[in-house]
């Protein structure tokens, strides 16, 4: 009987002696790659989804002011030219060929005559807050000024068949979006072509 119970010490002595170094550097390497593959996999995700919802907000946003502008430059019976800021917050943005900002005679009440309360313009406006620009809509000259679209819009460029706010048929724009700077997709351009309404 003490032979038995001899072997049983002996055998849950055995047990108890622990982990060998070894086998914990192996164990810690595991871990350490598993937790790299998990890490490496959670980046990855937080990218996608950063890049697919900047997608979606800048297309968004993009799709909003083709919609407005292209409906006032097809309701306008001429483009103008006052050859003013490009931005209002910005003194030396001049732009006197109107290639940064759009004035355009929406004759609301079809009588023919342009009135001052028909002038619409769109501009941007730098945000105080980040490196993009707000996209605004003023109505009439003087008045109150509407936001379209906020902090996507990089970069608006106008240009005109005819080379010509005055004598334009066509108003073409092009603009560049990005919803989140340096973060993200990459700036995107959008080009967009519309005809004055009675223009042929």
């Not at 350490?32 to 907000?57: G, N, P």
């Amino acid at each position: 009987m003490t032979a038995y119970f001899r072997r049983v010490r002996a055998k849950a002595a055995r047990g108890d002696r622990g982990v060998t170094l070894i086998e914990l550097m192996v164990t810690m390497l595991l871990l350490a790659v598993v937790s790299s593959l998990v890490v490496s996999a959670v980046i990855q995700a937080t990218r996608v989804l950063t890049h697919t919802d900047d997608e979606e907000k800048g297309l968004a946003d993009a799709k909003v002011i083709l919609d407005r502008l292209g409906r006032d430059i097809r309701e306008s019976r001429a483009a103008e030219c006052d050859g003013g800021l490009a931005d209002l917050g910005d003194p030396l943005s001049g732009d006197p060929g109107c290639v940064a900002h759009l004035q355009l005679w929406i004759d609301s009440n079809s009588d023919y005559l342009r009135q001052a309360s028909e002038v619409v313009t769109w501009r941007l406006q730098k945000n105080p807050v980040d490196n993009h620009f707000d996209v605004w809509r003023t109505a009439g000259t003087g008045g109150i000024a509407h936001r379209q679209a906020s902090s996507l819009i990089v970069r608006l460029a106008f240009t005109y068949d005819t080379g010509s706010a005055a004598t334009a048929r066509q108003v073409n724009l092009k603009m560049k979006y990005d919803s989140i700077v340096g973060r993200g997709a990459a700036p995107r351009w959008v080009a967009f072509s519309a005809r004055l309404r009675n223009k042929g």
